[in-house]
């Protein structure tokens, strides 16, 4: 604050700290899109991890000797704060990664066109349309963890049924888990965000919901790496000569990838589950006033 004319000073932007993450981040996500090519063992991929560890860990350093840091580490030091954090990059981990296989799989073993993908994609959009509302007024009257668990455990048991029934013929058991998973979501969402920012000091919501919309982004970008990798590690290629005598062979390999992949994700709604569980723990040492955006 300038004594003068008491108008506060611009903060310099942290361009270090930016410059850090955005390597350390590139460096992740290159190395989970060239796993399979390269091999996961290769020095390459080892190399890239191994620089995204540094890289990150300098940018965390940084950010603690920052006068003006890209991250407020003081924030992570609440503990119901951190842990409900993770419970949302769980969370978008699936609903990014879903969003990215699911069309693939209509295309692929169901023939589905664009339009007809899009059709179906809609039962999912519908659904918590309508019950955003309800959800959020339902995250004010009842525990916002209690509502996090029961819907992390809902979506889990959805998404493992699910990997378990992509060979059965017809569109049924895919409307079946977008219905289901869109009632698992509305009722995450709306209280985990009360949640989040009720963790956060009153003065710094502001920060508390930067660091809130960053974790989302992030965990949507990975969701897709992720995913993407997974099946590619899944589904290995069947030569072309191969693949035009035995197509029911590599429906085969595109089945076994499809279902490693909704089994990792039902694995990821179980580490929300747990995170949603360890909150309620830390809220009652600690309880925190819900509060909404």
């Known amino acids: 604050?300038?004594?003068?004319?008491?108008?506060?000073?611009?903060?310099?932007?942290?361009?270090?700290?930016?410059?850090?993450?955005?390597?350390?981040?590139?460096?992740?996500?290159?190395?989970?899109?060239?796993?399979?090519?390269?091999?996961?063992?290769?020095?390459?991929?080892?190399?890239?991890?191994?620089?995204?560890?540094?890289?990150?860990?300098?940018?965390?350093?940084?950010?603690?000797?920052?006068?003006?840091?890209?991250?407020?580490?003081?924030?992570?030091?609440?503990?119901?704060?951190?842990?409900?954090?993770?419970?949302?990059?769980?969370?978008?981990l699936l609903i990014s990664g879903n969003a990215f296989i699911l069309p693939f799989y209509l295309k692929t073993t169901k023939g589905l066109n664009s339009q007809q993908i899009g059709m179906v994609l809609l039962a999912y959009s519908l659904i918590y349309v309508f019950m955003s509302s309800y959800a959020g007024k339902l995250s004010d009257r009842m525990s916002?963890?209690?509502?996090?668990?029961?819907?992390?455990?809902?979506?889990?048991?959805?998404?493992?049924?699910?990997?378990?029934?992509?060979?059965?013929?017809?569109?049924?058991?895919?409307?079946?888990?977008?219905?289901?998973?869109?009632?698992?979501?509305?009722?995450?969402?709306?209280?985990?965000?009360?949640?989040?920012?009720?963790?956060?000091?009153?003065?710094?919501?502001?920060?508390?919901?930067?660091?809130?919309?960053?974790?989302?982004?992030l965990s949507m970008v990975f969701g897709v790496a992720v995913f993407e990798a997974v099946f590619s590690q899944f589904s290995q290629d069947v030569p072309a000569a191969k693949a035009v005598l035995e197509p029911a062979m590599q429906m085969a390999m595109q089945q076994r990838g499809f279902r490693a992949v909704y089994i990792v994700g039902g694995l990821v709604c179980v580490a929300a589950l747990i995170f949603s569980f360890m909150v309620r723990k830390g809220s009652k040492q600690h309880p925190v006033e819900p509060r909404g955006f």
Request: net charge neutral.
């Open 1 to 92: 604050m300038s004594p003068e004319n008491g108008i506060s000073e611009k903060e310099p932007f942290d361009f270090p700290g930016a410059l850090l993450s955005l390597l350390g981040l590139s460096m992740l996500l290159y190395g989970f899109n060239m796993g399979k090519e390269l091999g996961w063992g290769s020095i390459q991929i080892m190399l890239l991890f191994a620089s995204s560890i540094v890289l990150l860990s300098l940018f965390i350093i940084r950010e603690k000797r920052c006068k003006a840091p890209l991250l407020d580490l003081a924030l992570f030091k609440n503990h119901t704060f951190s842990l409900a954090l993770c419970a949302t990059f769980m969370a978008y």
């Open 144 to 217: 916002p963890v209690i509502l996090c668990m029961a819907a992390m455990f809902s979506a889990a048991v959805n998404t493992f049924v699910f990997s378990y029934t992509l060979q059965f013929q017809g569109l049924l058991f895919v409307l079946t888990f977008l219905i289901w998973m869109a009632f698992s979501f509305v009722f995450f969402f709306s209280p985990n965000n009360n949640q989040v920012m009720g963790c956060a000091p009153q003065d710094r919501h502001g920060v508390a919901s930067g660091i809130f919309n960053t974790t989302t982004n």
